[in-house]
Nanobody
């Protein structure tokens, strides 16, 4: 399993970026896929995840209404559209796959503790 995150960069507050998580050796439609981030000096934080079917999505409170997760089955890729970026969004962003089980939809936050495969991160820096 190989996951590759890309699309990071340096932007100003209020601007947008789209991250991509491309996969090889695994079919993302068979797994839930999510995004984490880790800012300097802070713990890793679960940001968003999408079910294998694409029908369920979860967002941590701080990004609700600003970030949108989606996927392209044909490209075996999951995206994170990030709008209205804020300086506090500055972090290294990682994608990961985990269990595709409806039980996690009851409390989406729990899913982040069960991820199995990680990709390399991509840096996002948001200046004020």
């Amino acid at each position: 399993v190989q996951l590759q995150a890309s699309g990071g960069g340096v932007v100003k507050s209020g601007e947008s970026l789209r991250l991509s998580c491309s996969a090889s050796g695994v079919t993302l439609a068979n797994f839930a896929t999510g995004w984490f981030r880790q800012a300097p000096g802070k713990e890793r934080e679960g940001v968003s995840w999408i079910s294998g079917s694409g029908e369920f999505t979860y967002y941590t409170d701080s990004v609700k209404g600003r970030f949108t997760i989606s996927r392209d089955i044909a490209k075996n890729t999951v995206y994170l559209q990030m709008d209205t970026l804020k300086p506090e969004d500055t972090a290294v962003y990682y994608c990961a796959t985990g269990p595709d089980d409806p039980k996690y939809e009851k409390n989406g936050r729990i899913w982040f503790a069960f991820v199995a495969s990680w990709g390399q991160g991509t840096q996002i820096t948001v200046s004020s």
